[in-house]
């Protein structure tokens, strides 16, 4: 018992649990989706004038369109050059690789020089000089583009359109030789013919 008689105070009562602390961080908010990789565009039209194996008057716009002597012939559309109706003619891959539209080898970008499976290249030199180099021979100016920018590959694209159309230059395939089992075979054939001869001119009894 206390001293003076006095009543011993309550125990404090135990405290409520707090439970688990709430967060007061705001959610993440997504990185946007990147943007769909897409060729590059001139800010105003673009002109390249020359001669390939063709004469070549392209004008490349703002919006992709490209004219051919003032007439609209195709159009760069994200990674892809279409008709004038939309149907996809090239496609470029993200490693430069260019097919056509079912993917069959058309060329390939090296950096922003154009370069066809046989070796043929296409580039647009810093001064505009469009560059041609053959299979066989040395690099040589061809002609003149304008106002290009970092449209590089969207008009070296539209002049090999103008160029080779969907189908570029590609390595020849050498004949294949016949192997062993076409020479057994011709073999067979001679000595079964050579044994038919025999036959035919043994003298009957």
Do not use: C
């Not at 897409?38 to 004469?55: E, F, H, N, Y």
């Not at 149907?87 to 390939?108: H, M, N, P, R, W």
């Not at 970092?150 to 192997?179: D, E, Y």
Request: avoid cysteine; aromatic fraction near 2%; proline fraction near 9%.
């Amino acid at each position: 018992m206390a001293d003076g008689g006095e009543t011993p105070p309550a125990p404090a009562a135990p405290e409520a649990d707090a439970g688990a602390p709430t967060s007061t961080t705001a959610p993440e908010t997504p990185a946007p989706a990147p943007a769909p990789a897409a060729l590059a565009l001139p800010s105003a039209s673009a002109k390249v004038k020359g001669k390939t194996t063709k004469d070549i008057d392209i004008e490349l716009k703002s919006d992709g369109t490209v004219h051919s002597s003032g007439k609209p012939a195709a159009k760069i559309n994200g990674m892809e050059l279409q008709d004038p109706a939309g149907k996809t003619q090239l496609k470029v891959e993200s490693d430069g690789t260019i097919t056509t539209a079912d993917g069959a080898a058309y060329a390939k970008f090296d950096g922003d020089t154009l370069t066809t499976n046989t070796g043929v290249k296409y580039a647009i030199a810093d001064d505009g000089s469009l560059m041609n180099t053959p299979e066989k021979g040395a690099e040589k100016s061809v002609g003149k583009a304008t106002d290009v920018g970092s449209a590089k590959r969207s008009a070296l694209l539209a002049v090999a359109f103008m160029t080779w159309g969907t189908k570029a230059p590609q390595p020849k395939v050498a004949a294949a030789k016949p192997g062993a089992a076409g020479e057994k075979t011709a073999a067979t054939e001679k000595a079964a013919a050579s044994d038919k001869k025999a036959a035919a001119d043994k003298p009957k009894k």
